[in-house]
């Protein structure tokens, strides 16, 4: 199965930023689809960012212009570059291996472990 590892959360102030890293356990290359999730306390889990394996990726209003999502298949890994941080930003974020079709994204099982962003005021 596909492991992945999700890092480089932490806290920071608003305005500033985080990069975020998801290290898949196979070659990242043979995954149709990679997203960013988070989860708000109180709040349902919801995509930010997904990039597909032709690169072509796409974001959740509340973040374009702000985080960028991005691959490096030689280290099998997806990023999440995470620029002018805001304190609703704050949530765990999650890193799935999934599926890109007919303009959606759809959710695998597979999820790393979550690593937690807070961004103060």
């Known amino acids: 199965q596909v492991q992945l590892v999700e890092s480089g959360g932490g806290l920071v102030q608003a305005g500033g930023s985080l990069r975020l890293s998801c290290a898949a356990s196979i070659s990242i290359f043979r995954i149709n689809a990679m997203g960013w999730y988070r989860q708000a306390p109180g709040k349902q889990r919801e995509l930010v960012a997904l990039?597909?394996?032709?690169?072509?990726?796409n974001y959740a209003d509340s973040v374009k212009g702000r985080f960028t999502i991005s691959r490096d298949n030689a280290k099998n890994t997806v990023y999440l570059q995470m620029n002018s941080l805001r304190p609703e930003d704050t949530a765990v974020y999650y890193c799935?291996?999934?599926?890109?079709?007919?303009?959606?994204?759809?959710?695998?099982?597979?999820w790393g472990q979550g690593t937690q962003v807070t961004v103060s005021s």
């Open positions: 799935n291996a999934g599926s890109y079709a007919g303009l959606n994204y759809h959710a695998s099982d597979y």
């Open positions: 990039i597909t394996a032709g690169s072509s990726t």
